[in-house]
Structure formats: C-alpha cells, structure tokens
C-alpha cells in the first residue's frame, strides 16, 4: 500500500534478533514507503543520518509525551512541512528497551515528536498489554496513518489492510498452538487484552 509518508520502524536488536514475526516486520510487508533498520545507538548509523539530514525530509519521532504535536488534536504545525517529505520514525521495543534506545541516540531524542490519542484499544490477544493506550506496532502504524489523514497530511487509501493482516496472524498464531497442543505462550483469554505495545510509538 503507497502512503506518502516514510515510514520507519528503529527495530531494537533483541527484536531483530528474536522475533523473527513481530508485527514490526509485517506492517513493513505491508507498506510501500517503509523500512526497518536494526540498532541500539542510531546516532551514527549511516541510513538514519541519511534520512534525518536529506533537506527533502521533516523527519520526526513518534512517541508520547509533553512537547509532543498531538496529531488528534490538530496540533502538528503543517505549514513547516511545506514540500519536504514526513518521514516518521518508531521505536520498535518494548517500553525498557525503548527508552534505552532514546538515552543512547541523543539526536534522534532530539527531533520533533508527534503523538495521537488511539481510537480503539489494543486487538492483541494472544499477548498482554502493560497499560490501557498501548499497541502493537502494526496497530500503532494504523493509528498513525488515521491521524496523518484526519490532519489533512497523508491518504490512508486501504485502511483495513494492515489490521486484517495482523488478525490473520493471530488466527495462525492461534491455531497452530492448538493444533500442537500447547497453550500459546502469554495467551489472553480475555479478547480486550494485548501485548506490551505502544500508546503513540513502536513495539512488537
């Protein structure tokens, strides 16, 4: 699916390295402009200072917090934007790891934040939430992508893609545990439950 904003996923290496289906890599299969780039310290990593320093981009970070431009409420300022392209980076962690990927890349925590209030809570449920507002990578991208089009900054054209890909995951997710017999590992039993995930940023 085309977006016109680049989206990219800074995928923490425990997640690289182990979880080979996080919903980090799926919504990357699933759209056109984006891209994942594996790290810890970003600050000198050769794609990340191509993309923050190409004068044809606004890059910006999306993750909660006071000074953030809450997309929800009208408050990304549109007319910096101008022609240059958005280009939105996540932190895909958890909420530990995501912090120490901030306090280790002093110029990417230094961009200009954008945050939005969900529209519906997490649809996670083989995995838990730590906290009402947190999901999932691909739902944060999906929520993300609402927002930039309510905000009048990007067409979302399919917007049932990305959560009916992750719903086809768990669903074999799922059935595969039952076919082996076992529990899969963290299962909620209640169908409100998720992952630990993101309320505005990346995670699994």
Not at 144 to 166: H, N, Q, S, V, W
Request: a positive charge; one cysteine or more; proline letters at 8%.
């Amino acid at each position: 699916m085309p977006t016109r904003t680049r989206i990219v996923l800074l995928m923490h290496l425990k997640e690289w390295r182990r979880e080979k289906c996080a919903t980090g890599r799926l919504t990357c299969l699933n759209l056109e402009n984006s891209e994942i780039i594996p790290g810890i310290r970003f600050d000198e990593e050769p794609r990340f200072v191509s993309l923050v320093e190409d004068p044809g981009n606004f890059p910006v970070l999306l993750y909660p917090g006071p000074g953030s431009f809450d997309l929800s409420a009208g408050g990304f300022p549109a007319e910096e934007l101008g022609s240059r392209r958005l280009v939105v980076f996540l932190v895909d962690a958890t909420w530990s790891c995501s912090r120490s990927v901030l306090r280790e890349s002093r110029r990417l925590g230094a961009l200009p934040r954008l945050m939005f209030t969900p529209a519906e809570p997490s649809r996670f449920v083989i995995k838990r939430q730590p906290a009402p507002g947190c999901l999932s990578t691909i739902e944060a991208v999906h929520e993300l992508l609402l927002a930039l089009e309510g905000a009048g900054l990007d067409a979302y054209p399919d917007k049932g893609r990305l959560l009916a890909a992750f719903d086809a995951m768990q669903r074999t997710q799922i059935e595969r545990a039952r076919t082996a017999g076992r529990p899969l590992n963290g299962e909620a039993t209640d169908p409100r439950r998720g992952a630990r995930g993101a309320g505005g940023r990346g995670s699994r």
